[in-house]
Structure formats: C-alpha cells, structure tokens
C-alpha cells in the first residue's frame, strides 16, 4: 500500500479569537483513506488547510511522512507531498488556463490524460474561471491525479465531488478510491464516505470516529 503516514497530535487552530478546531488526534496509516463528515463550520477544511501549512495551528503538532516543522522549506516540501483538491477554488486576479493548473501538478502528462477521461480535456485553453462548478472540479481532480504521479503521497480533498451529478459522483469516487495513497476527504457524499477505510465526524472542532 502506497502513500505516507499522517500524524496529528493536539492540533488546534483559531479564526480571531475563536478556536474552530480543537486538540484534534488522528492517525493515518500509510494508504489509508480516510473520510471526514461534519456540518459546515464544524472546522474540517481548517484541519487539512493546517496540514497544508496554509493555516496556522494555535498548538499541537502535524507530521507528514515522518516529518514535521514550520520552517519555509518543510512548508514547500509538505506543499509537494501533498495534492490539494479546494473545494472554492480561487481562479485568480489574472487567472490560469486550465492547461497550466494541469502542468503545474508536475506530471501534466498524466493530468491531461485523467482530464480527458473525466471530459474535460478539451478545455486547456480555457481560463479557470470560465468553467462550471464542475468542470473547476474535475481539473483540479485531475490535477491532483498529476500530483500523485509526480511523487505526491498524500491527497486532501475538501468536498470534491459537490459540484457534479450523480454519474460525475460515482467516477469521481472511483478516481479517488484507486489513488493508492493516503486519502482524507472532506466530504457530504455518502456513496464517497462508504468507500474510505474509515469515517470521522467533526463537531464545534472536535474529532470522533463514527465507521
């Protein structure tokens, strides 16, 4: 089984003043996939934006793969080694085509081959903020299917499969499950969650194994 370990250990993190996420512990093993459900606000895209290092943790500890830090070069690494699937994403002042979202994952051969397969490989030329709800999600899916092929070992989703229809659910679930690496998925589908090895519920910041 493919991926890497992921280690939180009393991660907590603050909007303001307010604590979203609170003393969180969760271990991942190695190609695990794991689901996390909870009601909007509950701080689940806060928890895997933590583990990107693009929010800061108030307290506790994250380790990726063996290894954790703060450092700028340790937040560049964790930024490689993890494939990023947003659920908002922002397209940008001067926004990309979706050709370049594709290259940029570091294998663009295999993302524009997973574009294709999900139809969306013949908008490339097409600027990000051009496509529907979900076509922004299939290319970032298909991006994140770049990054794996790239190296990345670890793929965060935050609701990658909100924007599609039923039939664009389903292979988006299939895409997802046959990664080979570790998987924690933000996610309201439920045909989605039943795929994970386990499913986790989050509520006012806390954590709780529910599957």
């Known amino acids: 089984m493919g991926g ?17 996420v609170s003393d969180v512990d969760l271990d991942v093993a190695a190609g695990q996939r794991i689901a996390l459900t909870g009601t909007n606000g509950s701080g ?5 934006r933590a583990v990107l290092g693009l929010h800061a ?4 500890e ?16 964790r930024r490689r080694i993890c ?11 001067f926004p990309l085509l979706a050709g370049e979202l594709l290259a940029s994952s570091g294998s663009g051969e295999h993302a524009e081959a ?15 903020d051009t496509l529907s709800g979900g076509q922004l999600q299939r290319m970032h899916l298909s991006r994140a ?15 990658p499969t909100a924007a599609l229809d039923f039939a664009g659910q389903e292979e988006a679930a299939d895409v997802l499950a ?25 509520a006012a910041g806390r954590l709780r194994e529910v599957a």
């Not at 494939?83 to 002042?93: K, L, S, Y």
């Not at 570790?182 to 989050?202: G, I, S």
């Open 4 to 20: 890497l370990e992921l280690r939180l250990a009393g991660v907590s993190c603050r909007h303001g003043r307010v604590e979203v």
């Open 44 to 48: 689940k895209t806060t928890l895997l």
């Open 57 to 60: 943790t108030a307290r506790g």
């Open 62 to 77: 994250i380790v990726v793969g063996g290894r954790s830090g703060n450092s700028g070069a340790e937040q560049a690494w």
């Open 83 to 93: 494939a990023w699937i947003p659920q908002r994403p922002a397209a940008g002042r």
């Open 114 to 128: 997973m574009a294709t397969r999900l139809g969306v490989g013949a908008l490339v030329d097409r600027p990000l």
């Open 145 to 159: 299917v770049g990054c794996v092929a790239a190296g990345a070992g670890v793929v965060l989703a935050d609701e």
């Open 178 to 202: 046959g990664l080979g690496v570790t998987l924690v998925v933000v996610t309201h589908d439920r045909a989605l969650a039943q795929r994970c090895d386990r499913v986790l519920e989050m």
